[in-house]
């Protein structure tokens, strides 16, 4: 008897001979004469598979399961389950019968389901699950950026083994295998064809390929197998994502820091593989726990500088400093060497673990020869564990990183790799991770290596290869976790493919777009991993705290906006009720994580308090904002000068406290005064907190030149190649020369007579005044919306643009106020830079010299401003020094 439209066409063609034949052999199996059923009323429907008593009954229960399978019982709903699958009504009633009588322990419905199944098929079951430990890998989602597409790979195809999709919900015996690990070695020996494929696709064709199948160990495959397949997967917690996005940031933070402040140095930066650093500090702390007390590591150029900040916890001060290339400086006749670059040098460090245990690492200074540090690494290892009597080499490890064409293209890696089993040179099993770009320097894999990975070589020596998509950093610290417990545990070598990109070229001066163009261009669009981690986290609310950092917001009318310019909070005409829309961006938001109040009429005491809460929440976004400028410097306000010269200029360089509190300025706030209290030597932009004052002038408010498209806010590449980056530090002109390029040394555009900097809003008023005597082909202007820490690099690559122009500065405050004094000395630190001959005094535009801020008269400053943008506009104009 068949389900379905069979079933009912049955029916109709043979009266209700099928049904009676059903009930004629299960009643027979239960030794019952074979009586003619009698009708059932339809109020019984819901009975037990056993009551079963008229082939109407059978019919009525045929069409409630066909309408809505949870209507009828779940015994009759098995049943009609496994007739669809293909199981004779015959060998349902029979396992029924033996389930009754104590025979058979198994479910009937199952047992009726594998008395159906074949020799072949349980043969080519057990050659399907063997096909995905071998080849699983394959299949897997390695590739960060898709690129990768392989072909269909037959063997992981159950149509290859008989199966379709008829075939996914069918129960098969697959066994409890004794002597191996496992999903099979599990006490469920039958399951459903789609149960088998998702266990085996979710083991082996996720984020993380698996190849071990080639060791010919059994007790070792076994030991990976129970860690690979078994669905107690390390699930990770709200404590520990957390700790693994704080390492990720880190990582993602120092790259971002390099890349922006030496911009034109070779650093052989990490982008594209920021996960390596909470991956390495995960197998750090959980080898550590298991025994180790020392690690000796070797690496090529790439990621050196993260690795020695971030896991072996270099200065990043001593880190910086070489970047200048200076020398340094020892005691008197203390020899301090030759040196050399940045990216070859090593450093070692005793770093506590996040258990509370404590690890020398040493990462080994190697040069440009890349692999070459690879036996050093494994000599001052197997050293540490003669001299420690470390015999079972439990306490001293090493652990090597590679890229991805030397792995598969340097001899010296076999070299390495062949040492493991000899008795005399082995350390007990290296740890290799590899940093998998996807390309060896501008050569693609298929010209680099004749092998499918970079890492097959590890597989003359039976390693375990991991490879795993570096954009998944939850997956990155799995993998490294279970490298490290093999390693501590066979005392071998495994190998860890890094599966990742490379944001920029073989070094951050070179262009990859001339080799790899298709490649490049799904970089640039491309999300970091630190960026995907932090909308995973938020969707799977594990950032319930973090997500919403605390943002707090005061000064007086700062809800509706001194100028009406805010309504941050608004009232509703006919209540009165308040409400503040971005205090529910997001849900779960928790009240008091986001804070706009009006304050009291105060600036002393209320600029006091908000600097306080600043200085406890260092992760929180705290705003006072002046109501007017000459609010935060005039007699109205005198005590807030207290705040600002003793607490928030000085408060760190005397008492080490440090405040991130952010304040906007308006009207005469002296910008001056601000610049004068500010340090920017040395030079460094940390990634902590700096107090930050924003100067707003109130004609920008409602300016419609003064604003920005929607899209400027999203975190899609919009700007030509920078992703995320929304607030510059110098402003390009936007004439000339399109797009400009932000190389340190951008295409040049001689035909430039003049550039004018100048900051803020006198650059609408120059940009107009530009446009309107057509002068766009002979000056530029150039905003430096950055004044203090002073952008050198980007001003020196604007004077580097325009090699055949007089520089001028433009502001509206008198001469003795604004920014002119304070940018004077550094642009001309920039021409001399530049090789450009300087003055002692930059070209000036603005307003003479005055006692006072500005005049009371409307006519008179708009005489002067229109005096002023002349100036700076008029080819012919020379500052009389």
Known sequence: MVLGGVYTGMLLKRGQGAGKRLLRGYHASKGVAAAEPEPVPLSKLKDSFNDATSVTYLEEMEKRYQDDPGSVDRTWASFFKSLESGVPGEAIAEAFDAFEKGESRVSPLAAAAISNQTIQESMRLVMMVRAYQVNGHFAASLDPLGLDQRPHNPELDPASYGFSEADMDREFFIGSWGGTSGFLSEDRPIRTLREILTRLREAYCGHIGYEYMHIPEREKCNWLRERIETPVEAVFSTKKKQHTLDRLAWSEMFETFCSNKFTAAKRFGLEGCETLIPGMKALIDRVTDLGVESIVMGMPHRGRLNVLANVVRKPMAQIFSEFSGKAQKGAENEYMGSGDVKYHLGTSYNRPTINGKMVHLSLMANPSHLEAVNTCVLGKTRAKQLLSNDDERGKHMGVLL??????????????????????????????????????????DPRKSRSSPYCTDVAKALNCPIFHVNADDVEAVVRTCELAAEWRQRWKTDVVVDLVCYRKYGHNEIDEPMFTQPLMYKKIRGHKNAHQRYVEQLLAEGSLDSAAGNVVRLSGQDVERGTFSHRHATIHDQETGEKYTSLCHVFPGQKPGQLTISNSSLSEFGVLGFELGFSMETPNSLTLWEAQFGDFANGAQAGGALVIFDQFLSSGEAKWLRQSGLVGPEHSSARLERFLQMSDENPYVHRQFRKPLIVMSPKNLLRHPKCKSDLDEFDDVPGDHGIVGVRFKRVIMDDRG??????????????????????????????????????????IAIVRIEQLAPFPFDLVSRELYRYPGAEMVWCQEEPMNMGAYFHIQPRMESCLRAEGRPTTGRITYAGRPPSASTATGFGQVHAQEQARLVGEALDLSFKMQI
């Open 737 to 778: 020369l399109l797009p400009k390029s932000r190389a340190p040394r951008p295409p040049q555009e001689t035909v430039v007579k003049r550039v004018v900097f100048c900051t803020g809003k006198v650059f609408y008023e120059l940009h107009a005044e530009r446009e309107r005597l057509g002068v766009q082909d002979d």
């Open 402 to 443: 590679h890229g991805d064409g030397a792995f598969s293209g340097q001899g010296i890696v076999f070299e390495t790799l062949d040492m493991c089993g000899l008795p005399d040179y082995s350390t007990g099993g290296t740890i290799h991770l590899v940093v998998n770009n996807q390309v060896a320097f501008t050569t």
